[in-house]
Nanobody, 125 residues
Framework: QVQLVESGGGLVQAGGSLRLSCAAS????????MGWFRQAPGKEREFVAAISRRSYSRYYADSVKGRFTISRDNVKNTVYLQMNSLKPEDTAVYYC??????????????????WGQGTQVTVSS
């Protein structure tokens, strides 16, 4: 059983940056593919980015490609999401998730086994 706790959300102006963190405990962090998702009010939860167990591969949604960077530190059991050039449409609750099937980087919510509680990101125009 893996517990995930996100932090780093907040209010930022358009064009600004934030770095989200997700600390994992209760499992072998390096055995999981990690992902970030987000959910805006009235919308379904959507994929943002994923990273393989040893950071060899990364996968991004088209909407964030070139602006967001996912990374991980397997010593600190933490995954990060660096968000630059933020836009108002990036406003959402951001969730990290762990996928025990490490054969591929996946983007569907049902493919992930463990979820954090989320952290709010608000981008003002």
């Amino acid at each position: 059983q893996v517990q995930l706790v996100e932090s780093g959300g907040g209010l930022v102006q358009a064009g600004g940056s934030l770095r989200l963190s997700c600390a994992a405990s209760g499992g072998t962090f390096s055995m999981y593919t990690m992902g970030w998702f987000r959910q805006a009010p009235g919308k379904e939860r959507e994929f943002v980015a994923a990273i393989s167990r040893r950071s060899y591969s990364r996968y991004y949604a088209d909407s964030v490609k070139g602006r967001f960077t996912i990374s991980r530190d397997n010593v600190k059991n933490t995954v990060y999401l660096q968000m630059n050039s933020l836009k108002p449409e990036d406003t959402a609750v951001y969730y990290c998730a762990a996928d025990s099937d490490y054969s591929d980087l996946r983007s569907r919510t049902y493919e992930y086994d463990y979820w954090g509680q989320g952290t709010q990101v608000t981008v003002s125009s």
